[in-house]
Protein backbone atom coordinates (compact mmCIF):
# COMPACT_ATOMS: atom_id res chain seq x y z
CA UNK A 1 0.00 0.00 0.00
CA UNK A 2 3.02 2.07 -0.44
CA UNK A 3 1.86 5.75 -1.74
CA UNK A 4 4.60 6.64 -4.08
CA UNK A 5 7.51 4.06 -4.61
CA UNK A 6 10.36 3.85 -6.49
CA UNK A 7 12.59 1.24 -7.71
CA UNK A 8 15.33 0.44 -7.09
CA UNK A 9 16.37 2.02 -3.97
CA UNK A 10 20.15 1.56 -4.50
CA UNK A 11 22.20 1.86 -7.76
CA UNK A 12 25.84 1.89 -8.29
CA UNK A 13 27.06 1.52 -11.97
CA UNK A 14 30.05 2.43 -14.03
CA UNK A 15 30.59 5.79 -15.62
CA UNK A 16 29.15 5.56 -19.34
CA UNK A 17 26.09 3.11 -18.29
CA UNK A 18 22.74 3.58 -18.80
CA UNK A 19 19.67 2.88 -16.05
CA UNK A 20 16.57 3.92 -15.45
CA UNK A 21 14.99 4.44 -12.29
CA UNK A 22 10.74 3.66 -11.66
CA UNK A 23 8.51 5.15 -10.22
CA UNK A 24 4.63 4.76 -9.23
CA UNK A 25 2.18 6.08 -7.55
CA UNK A 26 -0.93 5.04 -6.08
CA UNK A 27 -2.72 7.96 -4.95
CA UNK A 28 -4.72 9.21 -8.31
CA UNK A 29 -2.47 12.57 -8.14
CA UNK A 30 -1.83 14.57 -11.26
CA UNK A 31 1.22 15.69 -11.07
CA UNK A 32 4.33 14.03 -10.61
CA UNK A 33 7.95 15.16 -10.03
CA UNK A 34 11.35 14.49 -9.94
CA UNK A 35 14.05 16.14 -7.93
CA UNK A 36 17.72 15.54 -7.10
CA UNK A 37 19.29 15.68 -3.81
CA UNK A 38 23.18 15.93 -4.15
CA UNK A 39 25.59 15.80 -1.72
CA UNK A 40 24.80 19.61 -0.08
CA UNK A 41 21.39 18.01 0.54
CA UNK A 42 19.79 20.66 -2.09
CA UNK A 43 16.65 19.37 -3.38
CA UNK A 44 16.63 20.38 -6.85
CA UNK A 45 14.26 19.89 -9.27
CA UNK A 46 14.53 18.25 -12.68
CA UNK A 47 11.14 17.56 -14.63
CA UNK A 48 7.26 17.68 -13.60
CA UNK A 49 4.76 16.06 -15.77
CA UNK A 50 0.69 16.67 -15.54
CA UNK A 51 -1.42 14.10 -16.71
CA UNK A 52 1.10 12.63 -18.49
CA UNK A 53 2.17 15.74 -20.14
CA UNK A 54 5.68 17.47 -19.67
CA UNK A 55 5.33 20.83 -17.90
CA UNK A 56 8.83 21.39 -16.14
CA UNK A 57 12.10 20.42 -17.69
CA UNK A 58 14.68 22.50 -15.86
CA UNK A 59 17.84 22.47 -17.84
CA UNK A 60 18.30 18.78 -17.01
CA UNK A 61 21.10 17.79 -19.90
CA UNK A 62 19.20 15.86 -22.14
CA UNK A 63 21.38 12.01 -21.50
CA UNK A 64 17.97 12.48 -19.07
CA UNK A 65 15.24 11.16 -20.63
CA UNK A 66 11.92 11.11 -18.39
CA UNK A 67 8.88 9.13 -19.71
CA UNK A 68 5.26 9.08 -18.23
CA UNK A 69 2.93 6.34 -19.69
CA UNK A 70 0.36 7.05 -17.77
CA UNK A 71 -0.25 9.75 -14.96
CA UNK A 72 0.36 7.24 -12.24
CA UNK A 73 4.13 6.37 -13.73
CA UNK A 74 7.03 8.48 -14.05
CA UNK A 75 10.35 6.71 -14.79
CA UNK A 76 13.50 8.02 -15.22
CA UNK A 77 16.14 7.21 -17.88
CA UNK A 78 19.70 8.25 -17.95
CA UNK A 79 22.27 8.23 -20.44
CA UNK A 80 26.35 7.53 -20.36
CA UNK A 81 26.28 8.38 -16.95
CA UNK A 82 29.01 10.91 -15.31
CA UNK A 83 30.44 10.85 -12.07
CA UNK A 84 28.56 14.33 -11.24
CA UNK A 85 25.19 12.00 -11.68
CA UNK A 86 25.71 10.91 -7.86
CA UNK A 87 23.16 12.02 -6.07
CA UNK A 88 20.15 10.52 -4.64
CA UNK A 89 17.16 10.87 -7.17
CA UNK A 90 13.30 11.32 -5.46
CA UNK A 91 10.19 10.97 -7.07
CA UNK A 92 6.99 12.78 -5.99
CA UNK A 93 3.31 13.47 -6.72
CA UNK A 94 0.47 15.59 -5.56
CA UNK A 95 -2.75 16.44 -6.65
CA UNK A 96 -3.17 20.31 -6.87
CA UNK A 97 -1.02 23.02 -6.18
CA UNK A 98 -2.45 23.63 -2.54
CA UNK A 99 -1.00 20.22 -1.19
CA UNK A 100 2.51 19.39 -0.70
CA UNK A 101 4.09 16.68 -2.25
CA UNK A 102 4.54 13.01 -1.14
CA UNK A 103 7.76 11.72 -1.71
CA UNK A 104 9.07 8.56 -3.16
CA UNK A 105 11.74 6.70 -0.42
CA UNK A 106 14.71 7.97 -2.64
CA UNK A 107 17.38 5.60 -5.44
CA UNK A 108 20.74 6.48 -4.07
CA UNK A 109 22.69 6.51 -7.48
CA UNK A 110 26.57 6.25 -7.15
CA UNK A 111 28.46 6.36 -9.99
CA UNK A 112 31.84 4.60 -10.30
CA UNK B 1 16.19 35.34 -9.33
CA UNK B 2 15.31 32.45 -6.58
CA UNK B 3 16.78 32.45 -3.45
CA UNK B 4 15.75 30.86 -0.28
CA UNK B 5 17.86 31.23 2.74
CA UNK B 6 17.22 29.50 6.27
CA UNK B 7 19.98 28.67 9.17
CA UNK B 8 22.05 25.73 8.69
CA UNK B 9 22.53 23.85 12.00
CA UNK B 10 20.17 24.63 14.91
CA UNK B 11 20.40 22.99 18.32
CA UNK B 12 17.67 22.97 21.07
CA UNK B 13 17.14 20.87 24.24
CA UNK B 14 14.15 18.25 24.98
CA UNK B 15 10.74 19.94 25.51
CA UNK B 16 11.57 23.39 24.69
CA UNK B 17 10.26 25.59 21.67
CA UNK B 18 12.38 26.43 18.17
CA UNK B 19 12.03 28.67 15.36
CA UNK B 20 13.64 28.04 12.02
CA UNK B 21 13.55 31.01 10.26
CA UNK B 22 13.15 30.77 5.98
CA UNK B 23 13.66 33.99 3.81
CA UNK B 24 13.00 33.81 -0.08
CA UNK B 25 13.18 36.19 -2.85
CA UNK B 26 11.44 34.32 -5.85
CA UNK B 27 10.13 35.06 -9.47
CA UNK B 28 6.40 33.99 -8.43
CA UNK B 29 4.80 32.60 -5.36
CA UNK B 30 2.39 30.31 -5.09
CA UNK B 31 2.11 28.93 -1.03
CA UNK B 32 5.12 28.12 1.21
CA UNK B 33 5.93 24.82 2.71
CA UNK B 34 7.96 23.47 4.90
CA UNK B 35 9.28 19.39 4.84
CA UNK B 36 10.55 17.36 8.03
CA UNK B 37 13.61 15.22 6.31
CA UNK B 38 15.16 12.34 8.65
CA UNK B 39 18.44 11.34 7.48
CA UNK B 40 18.66 9.38 4.99
CA UNK B 41 14.63 9.11 4.25
CA UNK B 42 12.52 11.42 2.31
CA UNK B 43 11.35 14.77 3.36
CA UNK B 44 7.31 14.69 4.42
CA UNK B 45 5.37 17.19 3.90
CA UNK B 46 4.72 19.06 7.55
CA UNK B 47 2.73 22.82 6.48
CA UNK B 48 1.38 24.81 4.09
CA UNK B 49 1.10 28.78 4.41
CA UNK B 50 -0.45 30.98 1.16
CA UNK B 51 -1.71 33.60 3.50
CA UNK B 52 -0.51 35.68 5.71
CA UNK B 53 -0.69 34.55 9.28
CA UNK B 54 -0.13 31.47 11.57
CA UNK B 55 -0.95 27.94 11.10
CA UNK B 56 -0.70 25.86 13.57
CA UNK B 57 -0.87 21.99 13.69
CA UNK B 58 -0.08 20.33 17.20
CA UNK B 59 3.00 20.65 18.02
CA UNK B 60 4.23 22.62 14.75
CA UNK B 61 2.96 26.12 13.65
CA UNK B 62 4.19 28.08 10.54
CA UNK B 63 4.06 31.63 9.84
CA UNK B 64 3.93 33.65 6.75
CA UNK B 65 4.38 37.36 5.65
CA UNK B 66 4.30 37.61 2.00
CA UNK B 67 5.32 40.91 2.72
CA UNK B 68 8.83 40.46 4.03
CA UNK B 69 8.97 37.56 2.29
CA UNK B 70 9.25 35.65 5.16
CA UNK B 71 8.27 32.35 7.20
CA UNK B 72 9.02 30.14 10.24
CA UNK B 73 7.94 26.77 11.68
CA UNK B 74 7.74 27.03 14.99
CA UNK B 75 8.47 23.66 16.89
CA UNK B 76 7.10 23.19 20.52
CA UNK B 77 7.84 20.53 23.44
CA UNK B 78 10.77 19.03 21.23
CA UNK B 79 11.02 15.36 21.16
CA UNK B 80 14.66 13.75 20.21
CA UNK B 81 12.49 12.55 17.10
CA UNK B 82 12.57 16.14 15.91
CA UNK B 83 16.48 15.80 15.39
CA UNK B 84 15.80 16.45 11.57
CA UNK B 85 16.39 18.64 8.54
CA UNK B 86 13.48 21.25 8.38
CA UNK B 87 13.29 22.47 4.71
CA UNK B 88 11.49 25.51 3.19
CA UNK B 89 10.25 25.44 -0.12
CA UNK B 90 8.46 27.73 -1.87
CA UNK B 91 5.91 27.27 -4.94
CA UNK B 92 6.08 29.47 -8.25
CA UNK B 93 3.18 31.00 -9.42
CA UNK B 94 2.19 28.50 -12.10
CA UNK B 95 2.21 26.19 -9.39
CA UNK B 96 4.02 23.37 -10.93
CA UNK B 97 7.81 23.83 -9.46
CA UNK B 98 8.86 24.15 -6.18
CA UNK B 99 11.84 25.62 -5.34
CA UNK B 100 13.40 24.41 -1.57
CA UNK B 101 15.88 25.63 0.27
CA UNK B 102 19.30 23.90 1.51
CA UNK B 103 17.58 22.67 4.92
CA UNK B 104 17.92 23.67 8.73
CA UNK B 105 19.63 20.68 10.67
CA UNK B 106 18.13 20.46 14.35
CA UNK B 107 19.51 18.88 16.73
CA UNK B 108 17.26 18.08 19.73
CA UNK B 109 19.60 17.40 23.14
CA UNK B 110 18.68 15.95 26.08
Known amino acids: DTAVSQTPKYLVTQMGNDKSIKCEQNLGHDTMYWYKQDSKKFLKIMFSYNNKELIINETVPNRFSPKSPDKAHLNLHINSLELGDSAVYFC???????????FGSGTRLTVV | GQNIDQPTEMTATEGAIVQINCTYQ??????LFWYQQHAGEAPTFLSYNVLDGLEEKGRFSSFLSRSKGYSYLLLKELQMKDSASYLC???????????FGAGTRLFVKA
Open chain 2, 89 to 99: AVRDTGGFKTI
Open chain 2, 26 to 31: TSGFNG
Open chain 1, 92 to 102: ASSQDRSYGYT
